[in-house]
């Protein structure tokens, strides 16, 4: 059998060339470009939600934005280039290249224009992470100026025929609000294609959880697990995990000079420490004889939050690390950033084909209705491909035992999600067994 994604990359090839010469064709060549593209992710969620700096977690590097900027209000895609570029490409004209720089570790650019009129920006910068995905960081929900969050949503969920720009999404939220709903449930509005097999919900700023005390993410899980199980939130995205994004992304990049820091604070008197650790104002600025002047507890505490200098100075303290490298993979063991990416790897990057033919099979379907079919068998043909393609089928079948239209218990909607790749698709996956 001819697999999915072979057939629909044969089926644009000959759309392509069907209507070769046409207004259409454009339009096409761009749909085949996409198929051949990495997948994309977009990263969505409220303002504040902290989408920028889960970005440069996943990325490794600190890329994104994470304050007020103007830069944070446009659409920004980050992909794998060969070289270091970016371009912004505006609502009306043609794209031109931004010179930049690193400003405090991240990119520092002018956009020369009013963001309104940026359609969005493109960084290539190469990077392991983006061969697989490509990323798209978006202006949050919510905001205060409804045509900064009507950004995302034309990016998204295009009106009327258009075409979303990602092929998955990474949904961040604090609680479950409105917004979240509304816009989750409009990214899926269309029942045959877009449903909640390619979305993840992340428990955003999960160390805030429980006053940032070292079990944060214990308790933060404990709530993900609950969302998770929420008939609401199971109908709009596959899972929720728990991620401390803020200590994943400086983790990422921990300095030799932080972790001698951190040695020197763990080496104080517990009590003196766990005194400065009562609040953040009190450990930037309070006095101590703690041999870490407050400038440098300043600078840890805006790079790692309260939670990671907690749980950084309880692993030194402990000699559970011993070194720079040590400290930085722990902390990113107990970010949650591995079992986010371990989601991304097994649930969309191995399903990036399927859901690639389904977003250029989509697109296809509006190109073939907007103009007449030239050679009388396209749209035949692609009603045939998307008829049996079995691929769709489960994750129809998938989404409807989540939203409740196939009834099952709970053990037994957990089994039948499995034998239909929604924790993986290869065999041992399917099955529940090593491999």
């Known amino acids: 059998m001819i697999p999915l994604y072979v057939q629909v990359r044969g089926f644009v090839a000959r759309a392509c060339a069907g209507y070769a010469g046409t207004p259409a064709e454009p339009q096409l060549r761009q749909i085949a ?3 051949a593209e990495p997948l994309r992710v977009a990263i969505a969620g409220r303002v504040k939600a902290g989408k920028s700096t889960l970005l440069n977690a996943l990325v490794g590097q600190e890329l994104a934005a994470t304050d007020a900027g103007e830069c944070t209000r446009v659409v920004t895609w980050y992909r794998n280039g060969p070289t270091y570029r970016i371009m912004l490409h505006p609502v009306r004209g043609i794209p031109r290249q931004l010179p930049f720089g690193r400003l405090s570790g991240t990119l ?37 100026r409804a045509e900064v969050s ?38 899926h509005d269309d029942p045959a294609q877009r449903r909640p097999v390619n979305t993840i919900g992340v428990l955003a ?34 899972t929720v995990v728990p991620v401390a994004g803020l200590l994943a992304s400086s983790a990422a990049s921990l300095k030799e000079s932080e972790f001698r820091a951190f040695r020197r604070l763990a080496a104080a008197p517990e009590s003196e420490v766990a005194r400065l650790l009562t609040s953040a104002d009190r450990f930037a600025a309070g006095e101590s004889d703690v041999d870490v002047p407050a400038a440098e507890r300043a600078e840890l505490l805006a790079r790692y939050g309260l939670f990671g200098v ?19 993979g722990e902390l990113l063991a107990r970010s949650g950033l591995h079992r986010l990416r371990s989601l991304l790897t097994t649930q969309f990057a191995a399903r990036a084909d ?10 296809v379907e509006l190109v073939l209705r907007s103009y007449p079919d030239r050679t009388g068998g396209l749209l035949h043909e692609w009603e045939r491909i998307v008829a049996g393609a079995h691929e769709f089928a489960e994750i129809q079948l998938i989404d409807s035992i989540r939203l409740g239209v196939v009834l099952f218990t709970t053990d037994e909607a957990r089994d039948a999600e499995r034998l239909l790749g929604a924790t993986g698709v290869d065999v041992p996956s399917r099955l529940g067994l090593p491999g």
């Open 354 to 363: 399927v859901l690639k033919a389904r977003s250029a099979l989509e697109a």
């Open 108 to 144: 520092g650019l002018e956009l020369g224009m009013a963001p309104d009129d940026v359609d969005r920006l493109v960084v290539d910068w190469p990077s392991p992470a983006l061969r697989v995905l490509t990323l798209i960081d978006t202006p949050g929900l919510g905001s205060a």
């Open 150 to 187: 009507g950004r995302t949503e034309a990016a998204l969920v295009p009106e009327g025929d258009g075409v979303s720009t990602a092929d998955a999404v990474v949904y961040l939220m604090r609680h479950v609000h409105g917004d979240d709903v509304r816009f989750l449930d409009a990214f």
């Open 33 to 35: 470009g996409r198929l």
């Open 310 to 328: 907690r749980l950084a100075a309880e692993l030194v303290r402990g000699e559970l690390v011993t070194g720079a490298r040590a400290l930085s």
């Open 205 to 238: 700023k999960a160390d805030e959880v429980g006053h940032a005390r070292v079990d944060a993410l214990d308790s933060a899980a404990k709530i993900a697990t609950r969302y998770a199980r929420d008939p609401r939130v199971r109908g709009l995205c596959q």
